[in-house]
């Protein structure tokens, strides 16, 4: 219900700032307009959230015949958690990795990187896994779906934007929209904007799925473990990632960047070890 409730405050408050974004730029018809834009993103995005991010990973579904001891342990997790299996992919990056995404339980994707696969033992991969089917069993994916689509959309936008004042797309006098100011200060804040909704989604929710995850596999350590593994590699190892989806997977894909540690979407790895070890 709580889920429910974020996620409909969600679409309104970023159909919202379309709106006024429209309406800057082209007064009541830009607005009128934007609203039509803003009714087909939040469509598709309900819809369509989890293929468009698992296309833009360029992630292929994989069955039980081609990957069997990743496809059983994702099974058997799924089983101990009351959920129907869900479909499976594996993405084409080094980094070690993790997301779940989808609308529902009964259409979600669990999804893992090619280094994962390399780097982690069985006891670890399962501690990531049943991490990933927490969120779906908390009902976290499709907000955390529909927040990456939409923020994505918005930053967008803000790109375009920044190219409109660039070029002199600015047509607008400081009585009738905010001039160059207003431009400017729109600039900044959609990103900013998509980035506080990252955070405010996500940092409680990655608490309480890595409990949820050492409840349904009996021991916190595996996904500890993991947890410390991943950290490093991903200071270590880049990641072709977008700040829009960062939210997404287990640890922040971009962590290793200095400028994106201002806004992590996560909540620190230290944090999240010594509360699952119960520290």
Do not use: C
């Amino acid at each position: 219900m709580q889920n429910t409730f974020k996620t409909t405050l969600l679409l309104a408050s970023l159909t919202a700032l379309i709106m006024w974004i429209g309406g800057y730029f082209g007064g009541q018809g830009g607005m009128i307009i934007a609203f039509g834009f803003a009714v087909i993103m939040n469509f598709g995005a309900y819809w369509f959230s989890d293929k468009v991010v698992l296309r833009m990973y360029r992630a292929r579904q994989v069955e039980p015949s081609q990957a069997p001891g990743l496809y059983q342990m994702v099974e058997r997790l799924a089983q101990k958690a009351g959920l129907p299996t869900p479909r499976v992919y594996v993405i084409p990056q080094e980094q070690p990795n993790a997301f779940a995404t989808g609308r529902n339980p009964d259409h979600a994707v669990v999804a893992v990187t090619e280094g994962i696969l390399r780097l982690m033992s069985d006891e670890e991969l399962e501690g990531v896994l049943a991490h990933e089917l927490a969120h779906i069993k908390n009902r976290d994916i499709l907000i955390s779906s529909i927040a990456a689509t939409l923020a994505g959309a918005i930053m967008m936008l803000a790109s375009m934007a920044r190219w409109a004042a660039i070029f002199g797309g600015v047509g607008r006098d400081d009585d009738e929209g905010g001039g160059i100011f207003g431009l400017l200060f729109m600039m900044f804040l959609a990103p900013l904007a998509a980035v506080l909704i990252q955070m405010a989604i996500s940092r409680t929710r990655e608490y309480q799925a890595d409990a949820t995850a050492a409840e349904m596999t009996g021991t916190p350590y595996g996904l500890a473990h993991a947890l410390e593994k991943l950290g490093k590699a991903s200071q270590r190892i880049p990641m072709e990632a977008n700040p829009s989806t960062a939210h997404m997977f287990i640890v922040n894909p971009l962590s290793g960047r200095s400028l994106m540690k201002l806004f992590s979407t996560h909540p620190p790895l230290e944090a999240r070890i010594q509360r699952l070890l119960g520290r």
